[in-house]
């Protein structure tokens, strides 16, 4: 079945630091890729996804890149801020069945100053 | 300003109790929606309402009815609570679709 394997935290940086968190998925067909903020207090935002093999999503300084050879979706940033700390989750979604979304168990991001 | 707030965050009820879990949502989407996530975080619809009119509806217990008063509230309602009913529910909202959807933070149910 489809399932999302993601970095376990928590991790802990200091500001302008350099940020990776891995994710690897299984899947039978050809998902979608996403990952998703939650800032403290706050509900799941979209940050950023890739629709297939190679694509590149950015958003907000944040990057991942969809790897059909490693099955991969890692979130980098080159330089995080305070304003970062919050739980990182990976997250895919089939093509069809487009209805459900697999989760990561979530990776909580700590940036101190 | 929350986009997706859902009230309580924590239920702990007994089994046999009927409970109601509220969802809001301030984004002026037309479509919201009912997940349930697993011990294994898997997050799997239950319903999906555009319009205040039910347009998904998996399969999902006859003790789990969604009401929608209007299009900026999705609330359910469960009763008869199971041990098994236990897991995080999440309430979320798209203009797009699914995948583009805005969630809330989530509420925890347990079933003692």
């Known amino acids: 079945g489809d399932s999302v394997t993601q970095m376990e935290g928590p991790v802990t940086l200091s500001e302008e630091a350099f940020l990776t968190i891995n994710c690897t998925y299984t899947a039978t067909g050809y998902p979608s890729l996403f990952w998703y903020v939650q800032y403290p207090g706050e509900g799941l935002q979209l940050l950023l996804k890739a629709t297939k093999a190679d694509d590149k999503g950015s958003n907000k300084g944040f990057e991942a890149t969809y790897r059909k050879e490693t099955t991969s979706f890692h979130l980098e940033k080159g330089s995080v801020q305070v304003s970062d700390s919050a739980v990182y989750f990976c997250a895919l979604s089939e093509k069809t069945g487009a209805n459900n979304l697999f989760f990561g168990t979530g990776t909580r991001l700590t940036v101190i100053p | 300003d929350t986009a997706v707030s859902q009230t309580p965050k924590y239920l702990v009820t007994q089994m046999g109790n009927d409970k109601s879990i509220k969802c809001e949502q301030n984004?002026?989407?037309?479509?919201m929606y009912w997940y349930k996530q697993d011990s294994k975080k898997f997050l799997k619809i239950m319903f999906s309402y555009n319009n205040k009119e039910l347009i998904i509806n998996e399969t999902v217990p006859n003790r789990f009815s969604p009401k929608s008063p209007d299009k900026a509230h999705l609330n359910l309602h469960i009763n008869s609570l199971e041990l098994g009913d236990s897991a995080v529910y999440f309430c979320a909202s798209s203009q797009e679709g699914p995948r583009l959807a805005f969630f809330g933070q989530g509420t925890r149910l347990t079933v003692v």
């Open positions: 984004l002026g989407h037309d479509t």
